[in-house]
């Protein structure tokens, strides 16, 4: 308990959270008034979700990827487009576009399933006694890349670390909080994590990876997860080894469990009988878990049993209620997610993201202003692409998803924003 609770002040995200601490821990930003250099709202360098047609509609995703759900991508893309979204939409580029808001739609339906499987369970935390609660605390460990936030994510239900196809883009401990009946479970992701400090030039890597490992004991449980695809294709001997050293021996103060994770990349099941097989006499482990933690297979296992190795202790946090702050931070990390996805070089990390303005309006609908500043012409070229390609697929993404999680209609402007001060633009004379 004690440990727990020192554990707990190294972590950034807490229920009603400072918002300003937030932002500068996430994104090294803060609310700001909009520059005055801001680019006019109709420039390429701008998306704003207002120059396109989403459709709106108040029915929750289906269950399965029906006609209704594809309905609403034909929708988007049909007749009731404006001419403008058309014109930056065409080609190869409205057919990439068409294809992902398909993917998000099918996600978004295939998670409101295991939703509504678990409506019944949630609380409002108002009415379980303190007497009656119970609480855990789970740490995640795995190499970079294992799949240790989307787990995360899948399992507490919202958006709580940026993941995307890099590696180590967890730069800091998150906690989640998955409360449910009398139940609570605080999460806490860890950095990315290797044996072997050698190849990693940057003091602060490495004393994030000391860190890492330091924090491990405290946990309750702890989930040691790794990518099945990966040892079975290029197989890493640090992970084998990362694999071998947690599960050597039981300690008494934790029980540990393997997450064979990424199994729905994996096509030949026998193959992963050959893994299970390879670490099954590890006496560490209490259990083992095969597990899709982006795609939600064997999570209902796994949450399950956590849930059962909850003990008699008050909650830890307030349950999750989607507080503004919540709401803003969230919306940063969709949008940064959807950075992340589509801009695959170093740049999302050199790109300074701010949210600037955040309305509730009157007909219930949320206006959100975030901009990206960058400091090099050759960043913004890559962000804003052809005729704003890419910061409008990024946008219209965001927006989407942004509406599905609110569950209400949802204006999203991105806007960039030249650096100041940098040389690259000053140079050039380049907008
Ligand atoms: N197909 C598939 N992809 C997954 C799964 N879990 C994670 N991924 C993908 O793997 C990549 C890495 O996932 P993350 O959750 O960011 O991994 P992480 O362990 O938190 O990574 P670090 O922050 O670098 O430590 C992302 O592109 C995820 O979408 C899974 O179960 N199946």
């Keep these: 308990m004690k440990a727990f609770k020192i554990l707990r002040k190294t972590t950034l995200l807490r229920h009603k959270p400072n918002p300003t601490t937030i932002f500068r821990a996430f994104f090294s930003a803060e609310p700001l008034t909009p520059e005055p250099d801001s680019q006019p709202s109709n420039s390429d360098s701008t998306f704003d979700s207002s120059h396109y047609e989403i ?51 099918l996600e978004a339906a295939l998670n409101k399933e295991e939703e509504d499987d678990n409506d ?16 855990l605390s789970v740490g995640i ?31 800091h401990e998150v906690v989640g909080v998955l409360t449910k009946g009398d139940t609570q479970i605080c999460f806490f992701d860890t950095p990315g994590l290797t044996l072997n400090y050698a190849g990693f030039p940057y003091r602060d890597v490495k004393a994030r990876v000391e860190s890492a490992w330091s924090s491990v ?64 006499d590890l006496p560490g482990f209490e ?23 909850a003990v008699q202790r008050p909650w830890e946090e307030d349950p999750f209620t989607m507080t503004e702050e919540v709401m803003k931070m969230i919306s940063l990390e969709v949008v940064r997610e959807r950075l992340l996805d589509h801009v695959h070089q170093e740049i999302p990390y050199d790109i300074e993201h701010r949210l600037v303005d955040w309305k509730e309006l009157r007909d219930g609908s949320i206006r959100i202003e975030q901009h990206f500043v960058t400091n090099k012409l050759g960043q913004r070229k890559i962000l804003i692409g052809k005729n704003g390609s890419k910061i409008g697929r ?7 998803e942004l509406r599905t999680i609110f569950k209400k209609q949802v204006h999203l402007i991105l806007q960039h924003i030249k650096c100041q001060r940098c040389v690259d633009y000053t140079d050039l004379g380049s907008p």
Aim: hydrophobic fraction near 35%.
């Design 55 to 105: 459709p709106i509609s108040n029915d929750p995703p289906k269950p399965t990827w029906n006609e209704g759900v594809r309905n609403r991508v034909e929708g988007l893309f049909g007749d009731e487009v404006s001419s403008e979204a058309k014109r930056k939409f065409k080609d190869e580029e409205y057919e990439r576009k068409r294809k992902a808001l398909a993917k998000a739609l």
């Design 120 to 135: 019944d369970e949630e609380t409002d935390g108002g009415v379980v006694k303190e007497e009656d609660q119970k609480s």
């Design 141 to 171: 460990i795995g190499a970079p890349n294992a799949g240790k936030s989307a787990l995360t994510n899948y399992m507490v239900g919202t958006k709580v670390a940026a993941v995307s196809r890099k590696t180590n883009t967890t730069t």
């Design 217 to 280: 004991n405290l946990y309750e449980v702890l989930i040691v997860i790794f990518d099945v695809h990966r040892h079975i294709t290029r197989p890493d001997s640090r992970v084998t080894r990362l694999i071998q050293r947690m599960g050597e021996r039981s300690i008494p103060t934790q029980k540990r469990v393997l997450c064979i994770n990424k199994i729905d990349l994996v096509e030949k099941k026998k193959d992963l009988l050959k893994v299970a097989e390879e670490f099954k």
């Design 287 to 309: 259990r083992h878990f095969m597990i899709s933690g982006m795609k939600g297979a064997g999570v209902k296992d796994l949450t399950q049993y956590l849930m059962e190795q």
């Design 394 to 400: 990024i946008g219209i993404e965001a927006n989407e």
